[in-house]
């Protein structure tokens, strides 16, 4: 909503803050600066929005149903290449596609069509347009959660893997009568539930999000019409935004200053002894291995 689409950008940066203040720490204002560029020239924000995605769906999941357990993903080569939809050895097809579609894919075309009807169908005049931040934020949600996989799959979109992955999407769906579709729609999408304890939390979960978007809505209302009031103060823009700001940003900007001051008066923190004594084990380890 037009309420809340801006914070996207705190979200994005409160994301990179941790290592941005860690190699400011370790290094400079100036490294810290340059990798924090990098990493948002690299399409860092689409992973990030996807992370999020990813981590909301299985938390969700684990309130509703229950049944969590690890899975051992392996630590493979980053530079590996995983199909987007292909057939093993034991005739099940898998992929990355297969991996995320119920996760974020059909949220996102969801989502996709309804920004598509809300433009199409929605009769705004040039005057009543939504706030500019509502289609950067859902615009930037709706490519992290369709394509956010791919992206960042190397040699994804090489001409002879992309056409082996068509090939076996093709064949995913349509191969005899769309059996591998069906069985795999209904071991994944479609999940048997039992008693009434899932119908029970679904309605205590919706409750909880109708509760928090209550509050916030309200407290958007109160904080509107206190900025109001003092409209004439120059920072009343300011003062809104922080009162709709989550705590955790507070305790951000505190760890940032205290980076400063440290660069600045040269303090010798506990972190900064430990990163020494770091720094002199590894050169003295090196010493040791190049005698």
Not at 183 to 199: L, P
């Amino acid at each position: 909503s037009a309420c809340f689409s801006w914070l996207v950008l705190f979200f994005l940066v409160a994301n990179t803050a941790p290592l941005f203040a860690e190699l400011w720490m370790e290094v400079n204002l100036k490294g810290a600066t340059a990798k924090f560029v990098t990493s948002i020239l690299t399409l860092s924000p689409l992973m990030f929005v996807f992370q999020a995605k990813t981590i909301g769906y299985y938390i969700v999941n684990e309130f509703r149903y229950g049944g969590a357990s690890y899975v051992a993903t392996g630590r493979g080569l980053p530079t590996e290449r995983r199909p987007f939809i292909t057939k093993n050895s034991k005739g099940v097809y898998e992929g990355l596609y297969l991996d995320y579609t119920t996760i974020a894919h059909y949220d996102g075309v969801v989502l996709l069509a309804g920004c598509i009807l809300v433009r199409v169908a929605s009769g705004y005049s040039e005057a009543e347009q939504p706030n500019p931040w509502v289609w950067i934020s859902a615009g930037l949600t709706i490519a992290a959660w369709l394509y956010a996989p791919y992206v960042f799959n190397p040699y994804n979109f090489s001409r002879v893997h992309f056409l082996s992955d068509m090939r076996s999407l093709l064949a995913f769906f349509f191969a005899e009568s769309g059996r591998h579709w069906d069985k795999w729609y209904e071991a994944t999408a479609i999940k048997t539930r039992r008693g009434v304890r899932q119908s029970v939390n679904d309605i205590g979960f919706f409750l909880t999000v109708l509760f928090m978007a209550t509050w916030y809505a309200t407290l958007n209302v109160k904080a509107t019409a206190l900025t109001i009031v003092y409209s004439e103060h120059e920072l009343y823009r300011l003062i809104h935004a922080a009162i709709l700001l989550p705590p955790i940003f507070a305790s951000l900007v505190w760890c940032l200053l205290v980076v400063l001051v440290e660069n600045l008066f040269r303090c010798r923190t506990v972190a900064h002894q430990s990163l020494e004594v770091a720094r002199r084990w590894a050169q003295q380890a090196a010493k040791r291995h190049q005698a």
